[in-house]
């Protein structure tokens, strides 16, 4: 993994079956299942780089041997989940973590696309800054809750 381009102390790699309570924990829609399917994912995700010799779409970014930041590949294929630790922002940890997972989609000849709330102008600003694009919903959102909008990659 590309752990020569973080700053110094920093280490990418694929996220572990024990990982699974850090990302569960920072993702804002966690629920009383949410664990069990992180943890699945993670599994199959390190089952399947594993198989096919490419690599990892579930990601971690430690610090001195802490998680401080991670990346996953959702059951329906979507990339999601991307946080990095309040302490570890403007790091390009983010930039790291996005490229290495859409890198891996790509060598696996898989598509890569993501669901952003509507409004997350920091995912947005990131995904648009990597090469991703913002696809057209027609639809608006309606009562409290934000629409998801679908982002996909455009390789050049």
Known sequence: LESKLLPDGYKLRPLLESDAEF?????????KKSLVM???QI??????STRTGFG???????HRGRLVACIMRHTNGSIGILHVDEDHRRQRLGEMLLSSATKALQQND????AFILEGNTASESLFTKMGWEKM?????GTG?????RLWEFKAE
Do not use: H, Q
């Open 38 to 40: 992180i943890r699945k």
């Open 144 to 148: 409290k809750r934000r629409a998801k």
């Open 23 to 31: 990302v569960d924990s920072r993702w804002p829609y966690r629920s």
């Open 56 to 62: 990892s779409t579930c990601l971690g970014i430690e």
């Open 110 to 113: 898989v598509a890569a696309f």
């Open 136 to 140: 057209y919903s027609g639809k608006k």
């Open 43 to 48: 599994v199959a995700d390190n089952r399947n």
